[in-house]
Antibody, heavy 120, light 108 residues
Framework: QVQLVQSGPEVRKPGASVKVSCKTS????????ITWVRQAPGQGFEWMGW????????HYAQRLQGRVTMTTDTSTSTAYMELASLRSDDTAIYYC?????????????WGQGTLVTVAS | ETVLTQSPGTLSLSPGDAVTLSCRAS???????LAWYQQKPGQAPRLLIY???TRATGVPDRFSGSGSGTDFTLTISRPEPEDFAVYYC?????????FGGGTKVEIK
């Protein structure tokens, strides 16, 4: 069965960076893109960006441009999202989700989420 | 950016009471690019509906979606106890894709 398993919770100080992993299984990794979404405490969802696993293309949310980097390791079918220059308002649960070969897809399988806390 | 406004914020109902959730967009959304998700406390979202009205794999037929233009709805015809959750709409064509703020469906 399709599974996306994310890394554990992280605590960082303002200005630091964090890298979250998303290990996938149960499907052909390169046939589907990976989207990252975050949810601040008690809030709705913010789309962060998409990674095209078949071609390495990326599409990042404009407000995160320059701070977010999405990558993959196809040998382990794992996706990564790194966010730099962390601020307190980056505190959120970060989700990876399976999409498709374009940005324009519903998200049919999600990871369990990774809580990132930014505090001094 | 397309803003999605969901109403009401919270709905209180009894199991078996049909319910309709609203999602209104700030500009027209192509019906091929509108989805609904269900989220329970402490869990990741679950895809329910995509392309406005197509149920995702394994979703019961008591869930249905409809709409066009700027107005979309999710209907739960006979809510079961496990359907009490928060529901989010999403448009996934715009740049960026955006989500509504959610409607919480709770037991009366």
């Amino acid at each position: 069965q399709v599974q996306l398993v994310q890394s554990g919770p992280e605590v960082r100080k303002p200005g630091a960076s964090v890298k979250v992993s998303c290990k996938t299984s149960g499907y052909t990794f390169n046939n589907y893109g990976i989207t990252w979404v975050r949810q601040a405490p008690g809030q709705g969802f913010e789309w962060m960006g998409w990674f095209g696993t078949h071609n390495g293309n990326t599409h990042y949310a404009q407000r995160l441009q320059g701070r977010v980097t999405m990558t993959t390791d196809t040998s382990t079918s794992t996706a990564y999202m790194e966010l730099a220059s962390l601020r307190s308002d980056d505190t959120a649960i970060y989700y990876c989700a399976r999409g498709c070969r374009t940005t324009w897809c519903p998200l049919d399988y999600w990871g369990q989420g990774t809580l990132v806390t930014v505090a001094s | 950016e397309t803003v999605l406004t969901q109403s009401p914020g919270t709905l209180s109902l009894s199991p078996g009471d049909a319910v309709t959730l609203s999602c209104r967009a700030s500009q027209a959304v192509n019906t091929n690019y509108l989805a609904w998700y269900q989220q329970k406390p402490g869990q990741a979202p679950r895809l329910l509906i995509y392309e406005t009205s197509t149920r995702a794999t394994g979703v019961p037929d008591r869930f249905s979606g409809s709409g066009s233009g700027t107005d979309f709805t999710l209907t739960i015809s006979r809510p079961e106890p496990e359907d009490f959750a928060v529901y989010y709409c999403q448009q996934y064509l715009g740049s960026p894709p955006t989500f509504g703020g959610g409607t919480k469906v709770e037991i009366k």
